[in-house]
């Protein structure tokens, strides 16, 4: 989003700190759906499409790749990406979706974590392998390793490898997406207290993560009434409004503060 496309957030119902009667006036009856999840202008204003109202982060960024093959006058390199070389030059194929020649570049250049990062999107668990074996940092091949089992739906030898992880490794950078992987690990091996107590763990403890919403999310699924296809689309039947979500929500911090002490106590 940021390297391709300028984003811009707005509130079409005037109401809240978004609203803005201009953005409403310029997106009246040009998009399909009025709540479109994005929609997409050329510069000079030209409508070019929206994403499904709910779609997966999948989809929207094969959404915004695809706009990009079908536009390529607005998929120009800047001139610092011009100038990028090594692994600069690499992070930008990454961040402009064209993971397989990222993942070419960074086996060439010698990045073996953000090698085998991308072979774990591709599926390519071989690959992984033998690129986590070139990487140095305890922490970050005891994630990839966990986050590669959760990928193979090896539940329960991902729930023991993330949860050795989570605890060897206190400070890594990673402990949301550890944490979060841990309790997708849980949810399917049917202990959802204990998936639960993960994603809350990042929800009380890293607020400021780009983990925090999924995780907050995800401890609600419960009562969602959206599918989430993290947890094979489980969803919620009925009517719901944003207080049961809060509740939700609630009673899962509850559940995190009754099992913390059984936690700390370790294994």
């Known amino acids: 989003m940021n390297r391709r496309f300028?984003?811009?957030?707005?509130?079409?119902?005037?109401?809240?700190?978004?609203?803005?009667?201009?953005?409403?006036a310029f997106t009246k009856g040009r998009t399909k759906n009025p709540?479109?999840?994005?929609?997409?202008?050329?510069?000079?204003?030209?409508?070019?499409?929206?994403?499904?109202l709910?779609?997966?982060?999948?989809?929207?960024?094969?959404?915004?790749?695809?706009?990009?093959?079908?536009?390529?006058?607005?998929d120009k390199p800047t001139p610092e990406e011009e100038r990028a070389e090594g692994l600069a030059a690499a992070r930008v194929l990454e961040e402009t979706g064209r993971f397989k020649?990222?993942?070419?570049?960074?086996?060439?250049?010698?990045s073996p974590l953000d090698e085998a990062r991308l072979?774990?999107?591709?599926?390519?668990?071989?690959?992984?392998?033998?690129?986590?074996a070139r990487v140095g940092a305890?922490?970050?091949?005891?994630?990839?390793?966990?986050l590669r089992l959760v990928a193979e739906r090896k539940w329960s030898d991902a729930r023991a490898a993330l949860e050795k992880a989570v605890r060897a490794h206190p400070e890594s950078g990673r402990q949301a997406e550890m944490r979060f992987a841990l309790g997708v690990a849980c949810?399917?091996?049917?202990?959802?207290?204990?998936?639960?107590?993960?994603?809350?763990w990042v929800v009380e403890n890293l607020p400021d993560d780009r983990l925090y919403m999924r995780c907050k999310v995800a401890a609600a699924a419960e009562i969602m009434p959206y599918e989430n296809p993290e947890l094979d689309n489980h969803a919620a039947k009925g009517n719901i409004g944003t207080e049961h979500i809060v509740r939700e929500v609630?009673?899962?911090?509850?559940?995190?503060?009754?099992?913390?002490?059984?936690?700390?106590?370790?294994p």
């Open 6 to 24: 300028v984003p811009y957030y707005f509130n079409r119902s005037g109401m809240g700190e978004g609203g803005n009667a201009a953005a409403s």
């Open 35 to 52: 709540y479109a999840y994005f929609a997409a202008f050329a510069p000079d204003g030209t409508y070019l499409g929206e994403s499904a």
């Open 54 to 74: 709910y779609a997966t982060k999948d989809e929207v960024l094969a959404w915004l790749r695809k706009l990009l093959d079908d536009h390529p006058e607005c």
């Open 101 to 110: 020649e990222a993942r070419e570049r960074y086996a060439a250049i010698g």
């Open 119 to 132: 072979a774990r999107y591709a599926g390519d668990f071989e690959a992984h392998e033998k690129a986590l």
């Open 138 to 146: 305890a922490d970050e091949a005891a994630a990839e390793r966990g």
């Open 187 to 200: 949810w399917f091996l049917d202990d959802r207290d204990w998936a639960k107590f993960h994603w809350m």
């Open 250 to 266: 609630a009673k899962s911090r509850a559940v995190y503060g009754r099992l913390l002490p059984l936690w700390q106590k370790g």
